[in-house]
């Protein structure tokens, strides 16, 4: 795994917050909204910047937890294996999501870059200290855990009681809603975004056949509710036709 660093720069004066985490288009959104600048100084001592292209393991299933990670831009693919050696797509991950379990020894699952991804790596000890001292930082940790929670229980609905129609519709609409952390989900009113997942982890994600996914797509954009332009990058002309395919 080829990691890319970036040397985490910070201003001399305390009243200013880190260079890196002003550029952060993630940071008002993430853990580190809770921080003040002092704070933000403090923790850019430990922190560092890193690039990883799509495909490359970024956490491996039982490995000893030493970091965690705030997903600054792209999308991370959360995996698990199962007995039998198949793989099962169990969730992903956009900026600003926490990348990591706080206070566990070892990972309890697989996370790869299902695009190409930068994260702000943080080192288990710096972090977890950091949380006894700041309870707004604890805080915001518990919220963006409870938060991730909210969002499984819905995708239960989404995989338990939806059609296939319903699912893919559904899953595109959540690929454009959090792909661009600078954009807000409320205000959108078309998307255009390259697809981060494969046909066949899509049907794995839905717990759907390739070819089911295929044709669902094939339906949406004869319907034009999407256009699709090399295969890979989507365009959704009206965000409202695609969130009433979601059911």
């Not at 990591?100 to 695009?115: D, H, L, V, Y």
């Not at 595109?172 to 600078?182: G, Q, R, V």
Request: hydrophobic letters at 40%; a negative charge.
């Amino acid at each position: 795994m080829r990691e890319i660093g970036v040397t985490t720069r910070k201003d001399i004066h305390n009243s200013e917050i880190p260079v890196l985490c002003k550029s952060c288009e993630a940071r008002h959104r993430g853990i580190c909204g809770a921080l003040d600048s002092d704070q933000l100084i403090e923790l850019a001592k430990h922190t560092r910047q890193v690039k990883q292209h799509s495909g490359a393991e970024l956490v491996a299933d039982s490995e000893e937890v030493n970091s965690y990670a705030n997903v600054m831009q792209g999308v991370v693919k959360l995996t698990k294996m199962l007995s039998d050696g198949r793989q099962q797509v169990i969730g992903l991950q956009f900026a600003p999501d926490f990348l990591g379990r706080p206070f566990a020894t070892e990972s309890k699952m697989s996370a790869e870059a299902a695009s190409d991804v930068s994260l702000c790596k943080i080192p288990r000890k710096a972090l977890e200290a950091m949380m006894k001292e700041s309870p707004e930082l604890e805080h915001r940790l518990l919220m963006q855990t409870l938060k991730e929670l909210d969002e499984a229980r819905d995708w239960m609905v989404t995989l338990g009681r939806k059609t296939a129609a319903e699912k893919v519709a559904s899953f595109l609409y959540l690929i454009a809603t959090h792909i661009d952390p600078s954009l807000d989900p409320d205000e959108m009113t078309s998307a255009k975004f390259d697809l981060p997942l494969t046909r066949v982890d899509i049907a794995d994600f839905l717990g759907l056949t390739v070819e089911t996914v295929s044709r669902q797509l094939t339906k949406l954009r004869k319907d034009d509710v999407i256009q699709i332009e090399h295969n890979r990058t989507f365009i959704v002309p009206s965000m409202e036709r695609l969130e009433l395919r979601c059911g």
